[in-house]
């Protein structure tokens, strides 16, 4: 009687501390899993980080900036900040200021631009009409640039060759010498002032192709339209310099956070003034506005305008507009 009544406790004992070691083992594998859920998602974390980083430094932005709209001062702007904001600017010098590329040197910059990681993020600057990345195998960059009223920047430019301009009044232009107004060029007729020349700004947003560059081509003045909304991240205006350094450091304040700042509070803000420019009379006016090819460069300018003052509008002037994330699933159980 005495042994089998020991017998049952021991096994009662057996069954208890047994079924105690299965339930604590239990409780291991899930502290296990849960462990292996946490440093998965850890991993996970610091790999989306990891990548966010890097699409962050891979910025590049390239400005293809139209003569005579101001982009002396903007570029200056740049090159000010750049060391305090550690980005890099580059100018891209094209042989004879050509503003057409040849097709292995697109090939050769998009390369070049994209892959050159020690620069990024970057902004390159050159004098080339737009030309696009991705039909040559790469990502498209961020394209900004600044446009301008027509008429201005023509007698801006044809002042500049004979005058040059303060910043850099040692150099001798092009028309140096020539002191004929622009009034009196237009009542000549000479082929300077010609108003076909005033083909320039829609060719810089049409981009490559051969029908760009003919005065007055419908095709060119809606490619360049379509290029402004399609492919630019911004198109500002000169007029409205002030407002595109704002868009520009509310958007990517990696790069040019300060700038507004360093605009107002500089001298650098008018740097570049052409000398001698004068009033255009109302005749000469006249005469510009009836050209078709006027009206085509300006009904690009007026796209370009209305089209960033409704950026402006929904960045600048309500600032309090947020985007949040919610309802994020799958959740993580911890
Ligand atoms: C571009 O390069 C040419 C030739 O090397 C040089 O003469 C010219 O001054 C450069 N242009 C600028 C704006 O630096
Ligand atoms: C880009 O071009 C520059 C100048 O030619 C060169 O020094 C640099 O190594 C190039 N970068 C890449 C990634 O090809
Ligand atoms: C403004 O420019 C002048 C020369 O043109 C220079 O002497 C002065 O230090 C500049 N001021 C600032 C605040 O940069």
């Known amino acids: 009687m005495f042994l089998p009544k020991i017998g049952l406790f021991g096994l009662l004992l057996i069954f208890v501390i047994s079924s105690l070691i299965i339930i604590y083992q239990i409780q291991i594998l899930k502290l296990h899993d849960k462990i292996y859920a946490l440093e998965s998602s850890l991993n996970e974390n610091v790999a989306t980080q990891n990548r966010q980083e890097k699409i962050h430094d891979d910025t590049v932005i390239i400005y293809n900036r139209v003569p005579k709209t101001a982009s002396t001062s903007f570029v200056g702007i740049a090159y000010d900040l750049c060391?305090?904001?550690?980005?890099?600017?580059?100018?891209?010098?094209?042989?004879?200021?050509?503003?057409?590329?040849?097709?292995?040197?697109?090939?050769?910059?998009?390369?070049?631009?994209?892959?050159?990681?020690?620069?990024?993020?970057?902004?390159?600057?050159?004098?080339?009409?737009?030309?696009?990345?991705?039909?040559?195998?790469?990502?498209?960059?961020?394209?900004?640039?600044?446009?301008?009223?027509?008429?201005d920047r023509f007698i801006s430019y044809y002042y500049f060759v004979r005058y040059g301009d303060n910043y850099r009044p040692y150099l001798v232009r092009k028309k140096h010498g020539n002191t004929m107004s622009f009034d009196e060029c237009v009542a000549r007729k000479l082929p300077e002032c010609d108003p076909n020349n005033l083909w320039l700004q829609v060719p810089f947003f049409c981009g490559h192709a051969a029908n760009c560059r003919k005065p007055g081509n419908k095709w060119a003045l809606a490619e360049a339209k379509k290029n402004i909304v399609t492919n630019y991240l911004l198109v500002g205006v000169t007029e409205e310099l002030q407002d595109f350094i704002s868009l520009l450091e509310i958007t990517i304040p990696r790069m040019f956070k300060g700038a507004l700042d360093h605009y107002l509070n500089s001298n650098k803000s008018h740097l570049r003034k052409t000398i001698q420019k004068e009033v255009p009379s109302e005749k000469t006016i006249k005469i510009i506005k009836e050209s078709p090819i006027w009206q085509m460069e300006n009904e690009l300018y007026d796209f370009a305008l209305e089209y960033f003052h409704f950026v402006k509008k929904y960045t600048l002037k309500d600032r309090n507009q947020k985007v949040v994330y919610e309802k994020v699933r799958p959740k993580y159980t911890w």
């Open 83 to 151: 060391k305090k904001n550690n980005f890099h600017v580059l100018h891209v010098n094209v042989t004879a200021n050509s503003h057409v590329l040849s097709l292995n040197n697109q090939f050769e910059l998009a390369k070049n631009v994209t892959h050159w990681t020690a620069m990024k993020p970057a902004l390159y600057h050159g004098h080339f009409a737009y030309f696009d990345f991705p039909k040559l195998g790469f990502p498209k960059p961020l394209y900004i640039n600044l446009i301008r009223r027509p008429l």
